[in-house]
């Protein structure tokens, strides 16, 4: 791949850290450290105040706004929601004697900065040298509790080396904060004002009427003054703190924020009930709520940490994703979703996609299966905007969005809205992943098979039967490979169709008759008929899947294999991204794809393909992807590790672990890619690890690359505990915790307990 990694972070395998600070990489910083828990997350800007470039952003999980769109054809969405920026909740102005902190202008030295994967914590420090000599050393700490959703810390320590004096500190809550991705502000404050301690503003949305309560109170041992500020959606403080030369003096400040997306309570109410909360905050320590935050993260480690022996590089990298999986997600919060971005930027406007039951959901599968189901539940709760959504496109049943926050679509290009078919697939799939994998026949009952049902019904009532074939499939449509415009019979579409039909129909039988009086009320409230069932078997009978017997390769859509042909490393570097530099329409008229789209199905159905067929079309197919989604890598290494390419395979892996602390794509300014950080998860335990869990029992064949001493990770598996380690002689599986297991291993069937199994690698031709 022609992309080149800008290293400029120190490799430490529990930290991101940076040494001395360049302007120019500031916004690539401010993402990569940033802080989050699932319920809100903030950039890593400077909460000082920073003239140079920078984006001050603070978001909340499902808190949105939207603007109109100019639509003349039905089917085409009118209004499109975005994750808004939110409240600068660490907003802090600083000065001594007059002179003003701020890095684009003030002088300073011995900077640095790291975020500390072990307690969870963001920390930068610098000496301030002003322009009378004076120096004072600042160090500034953070963290977004993973145990109080709600709060967040932040602490400031001054430490005069040459002088004793005073120190002004403006601290506040800002709702004026420009949303950058529109260009303007979208805040109007409601109520304001200090009680109990507490200094507090509601800021409400102009146009989606969502509320959000943000209140702080401080700790400064050493104030000798405190003013009320207010100002147009702005409230805080003016706090003249005394310092001593050579000691270190603390500014404590304890946020709460509490954003209410239904308007269920009145203005008052909501004042009331946040305004309590945050004064159990009044005269809390900052050490203990530290701890507490290093004790959550200890025992994430403890359940998830994957261990790399002799590669300090990627195990930084992969902690580096592990530690963001869990900041995006935890399960906390049912009904939210995984942004593209997470909640570290505003690109892809916090909209999440088919990414998160594809690439993210496995994950949490195998690692916190608490919020696997959140996640699938996110989809429940919205599964009335989904058949709503169907009828615009005059089908039946339920169509899933392609980019949504709450549920309806906001994707305002309709190539993509209208004609990407492959969200309730990813849906369907993600069912039956999560349920195969844990178990829980219970979500499968009670909710699970309304929406197969619904998903059905859409995928039912959107396709055709071809008149000269017979044969049933998906017309005008885009499948995962975006550069590919209004085909016919994408191969992806159709095959994850059949198999939807299929599962569906395999779980109405269970449930028939494992749960016979709850599948009969659930079949009369949907208007369930033996007609509908019937019809759905036929066209999973009836579907098309193009491809050359021949070969074994399948055809992408109609008519791939005839494209005119483009060699992709004719393609200079200087014209990435192709969607920056070429006309639109000259991107779907060649034979070269974005993204995995074959070899997707042939991922998540891996068990229904042999070796030889993977291979070749592998070989067909890598040929002609440019990798212009940064979620493609991941799965060419699987494929890769699969097949025997082992130096191909670990080429691929190392762009997806670093792809942001190392800034491949030249875009980490707009945020983290979060998804692609999953699928980085993913690399090391399907690819290097040989994990496959499509079958009735889950398959490992573990490998191991030339360049690493040994590497270890944990799964979660129908209520037992993995523990999988792999070096250059054997691989060892056992159960850590629960009951014995059955594993599929190098081919052969084991019963693995506490006792474990090892095997050595040379038996089984896996040796380094």
């Not at 400029?8 to 395998?13: P, R």
């Not at 805040?187 to 989606?208: K, Y």
């Not at 619904?454 to 008149?467: D, H, L, N």
Request: hydrophobic fraction near 35%; include cysteine; glycine fraction near 8%.
């Amino acid at each position: 791949m022609a992309k080149i990694a800008d290293k400029y972070l120190v490799v430490d395998t529990w930290k991101v850290v940076e040494k001395g600070f360049d302007p120019a990489r500031n916004r690539v910083s401010e993402s990569i450290f940033s802080l989050g828990n699932e319920y809100m997350g903030v950039r890593a800007y400077p909460e000082e105040g920073y003239s140079g470039d920078s984006l001050i952003g603070s978001y909340f999980n499902g808190l949105f706004e939207e603007s109109k769109v100019s639509a003349h054809y039905k089917g085409i969405i009118r209004f499109l929601r975005f994750m808004v920026n939110a409240v600068d909740w660490l907003h802090t102005r600083i000065s001594v004697n007059g002179e003003k902190l701020d890095l684009a202008t003030s002088r300073f030295s011995e900077f640095s900065r790291e975020l500390d994967f072990k307690r969870g914590t963001y920390l930068r420090s610098f000496i301030w040298q002003l322009s009378d000599g004076k120096r004072l050393k600042l160090t500034f700490e953070r963290f977004v509790s993973m145990n109080v959703s709600n709060l967040g810390c932040q602490r400031i320590t001054f430490e005069p080396t040459n002088f004793s004096g005073e120190v002004a500190v403006r601290t506040g809550l800002d709702f004026s904060v420009i949303h950058e991705d529109q260009g303007r502000n979208f805040w109007q404050s409601i109520q304001h004002g200090q009680a109990n301690g507490v200094t507090a503003m509601i800021g409400e949305t102009v146009n989606t009427k969502n509320r959000l309560f943000s209140g702080f109170t401080t700790d400064v041992p050493n104030a000798v003054q405190t003013k009320l500020v207010e100002a147009d959606r702005f409230i805080g403080q003016d706090i003249t703190i005394k310092l001593v030369q050579g000691e270190a003096t603390t500014f404590d400040k304890f946020v709460y924020n509490y954003a209410e997306k239904e308007l269920s309570t009145t203005t008052e109410q909501l004042w009331n009930n946040a305004l309590e909360q945050a004064q159990a905050y009044v005269g809390a320590s900052y050490d203990e709520l530290a701890q507490q935050q290093a004790d959550y993260w200890d025992n994430v480690w403890k359940e998830s940490d994957i261990v790399i022996e002799g590669d300090p590089d990627n195990q930084q990298g992969i902690r580096f994703c592990i530690f963001n999986l869990y900041q995006t997600y935890h399960g906390d919060n049912p009904g939210f979703n995984i942004g593209a971005k997470g909640l570290t930027g505003e690109a892809y406007r916090g909209l999440a996609f088919w990414d998160t039951e594809s690439y993210c959901l496995p994950f949490y599968i195998f690692n916190n299966p608490k919020a696997a189901k959140s996640l699938l539940e996110f989809r429940y709760k919205s599964l009335d905007y989904a058949l709503e959504r169907a009828k615009d496109l005059d089908c039946e049943g339920a169509f899933y969005p392609i980019a949504t926050i709450d549920g309806t679509e906001s994707c305002d290009l309709w190539q993509h809205s209208n004609l990407q078919l492959h969200v309730g697939t990813a849906v369907a799939y993600g069912i039956r992943h999560y349920v195969n994998i844990s178990g829980d026949k219970d979500f499968l009952y009670d909710k699970g098979l309304e929406m197969l049902i619904q998903i059905s019904r859409f995928y039912a009532t959107r396709g055709q039967y071809g008149q000269q074939t017979g044969l049933y499939g998906y017309f005008g449509v885009m499948g995962p490979d975006e550069f590919q415009l209004m085909v016919n019979n994408n191969c992806y579409i159709n095959l994850m169709a059949k198999k939807l039909f299929e599962y569906t129909l395999e779980v109405i039988g269970d449930m028939s008759e494992h749960s016979s009086e709850t599948f009969q009320a659930l079949a009369a409230r949907l208007n369930l008929t033996t007609e509908e069932q019937a019809d759905w078997e036929k066209k999973a009978e009836l579907m098309k899947i193009p491809k050359d017997e021949k070969t074994g390769i399948y055809e992408e859509h109609d008519g791939f294999f005839d494209m005119p042909h483009l060699d992709i490393h004719s393609i200079p570097v200087t014209e990435f991204p192709l969607y920056s530099h070429w006309s639109y329409d000259r991107l779907y008229r060649y034979d070269m794809i974005k993204q995995p789209d074959v070899l997707m199905f042939m991922f998540l159905y891996s068990g229904d393909y042999s070796l030889a067929e993977k291979a070749a079309n592998y070989e067909y197919y890598e040929s002609r992807c440019i990798h212009e989604s940064s979620l493609s890598p991941s799965v060419h290494s699987i494929f890769a590790a699969e097949i025997g390419k082992e130096e191909e395979a670990y080429q691929f892996f190392e762009f997806a672990t670093r792809l942001d602390l190392d800034n491949y794509n030249r875009n980490t300014r707009e945020g983290l890619h979060t998804t692609s950080i999953a699928a980085a998860w993913l690399n090391i335990v399907y690819g290097f690890g040989g994990m496959r869990s499509d079958g009735d029992k889950l398959v490992l064949q573990p490998t191991i690359p030339a360049r690493w001493d040994s590497y270890s990770f944990p799964i979660s598996y129908k209520e037992s505990k993995l523990h999988v380690e792999v070096n250059k002689q054997s691989a060892s599986i056992k159960v850590v915790s629960g009951e014995a297991v059955e594993l599929t291993i190098y081919g052969q069937a084991y019963t693995v307990d506490a006792a474990g199994v090892m095997i050595s690698l040379a038996k089984v031709g896996m040796s380094v």
